[in-house]
């Protein structure tokens, strides 16, 4: 009985402990020390509940194609997750998310793309990413999960990703410039017009 009792006063000391760590965390101050560390441009970090909320966040010629561009991104870790699984689990939501002007060749761009307002889940274990709940509503959006192992040949694991285009947007320059190009190096096929599927 007593060492029933001794391990229920340990549990309820450490998740006391982990409820407090979690309240107490300097959410924005960790968000803007991971971003100067990723070297991406915003113009402030505000705290949000449970995390933080970055505005006008710009990561300048990703791949060295385009920018990608949020007017909000927030981004909510899931500490007591992360503690009991030895990973990194946060949820993310954005707004005003938009993929700027591509350059296909040095001399050649052509028009981005809005993704519009979204949410995630990302979860990270060493070199894996897990991205589910993949929701976007913009000119191109996204739908699904996506799971990426880096130390792979061929890093996309697992995909059930659809990329839709809204009626009446110019879709052609991307459909011809970047789609088979990534078809070269991604499973992506063409389902109906304006309809993508990313699939393994």
């Not at 915003?42 to 966040?57: D, H, I, P, Q, T």
């Not at 793309?113 to 897990?130: P, Q």
């Amino acid at each position: 009985m007593k060492m029933i009792r001794l391990c229920l006063k340990i549990t309820l000391f450490i998740v006391a402990f982990i409820a407090a760590a979690w309240f107490f965390m300097p959410w924005r101050s960790l968000g803007e020390y991971a971003l100067r560390a990723g070297g991406v441009a915003y113009s402030s970090v505000k705290s949000a509940s449970g995390g933080f909320s970055v505005e006008n966040l710009r990561a300048h010629k990703l791949n060295g194609m385009a920018d990608l561009s949020f007017r909000t991104l927030t981004v909510v870790p899931d500490a007591f997750y992360s503690l009991l699984s030895f990973s990194l689990l946060c949820r993310m939501s954005f707004t005003d998310c938009s993929l700027g002007e591509i350059a296909v060749t040095p001399l050649k761009k052509i028009p981005g793309m809005g993704f519009g307002d979204g949410r995630l889940t990302v979860s990270a274990w060493r070199k894996t990413i897990l991205l589910e709940g993949v929701r976007s509503n913009g000119d191109l959006s996204v739908n699904g999960d996506l799971f990426i192992d880096l130390s792979a040949e061929r890093p996309i694991q697992r995909a059930a990703l659809t990329l839709n285009v809204k009626p009446g947007v110019n879709f052609e320059p991307l459909e011809k410039e970047v789609l088979p190009f990534l078809q070269n190096i991604m499973p992506l096929e063409q389902e109906g017009q304006g309809r993508w599927v990313l699939r393994r």
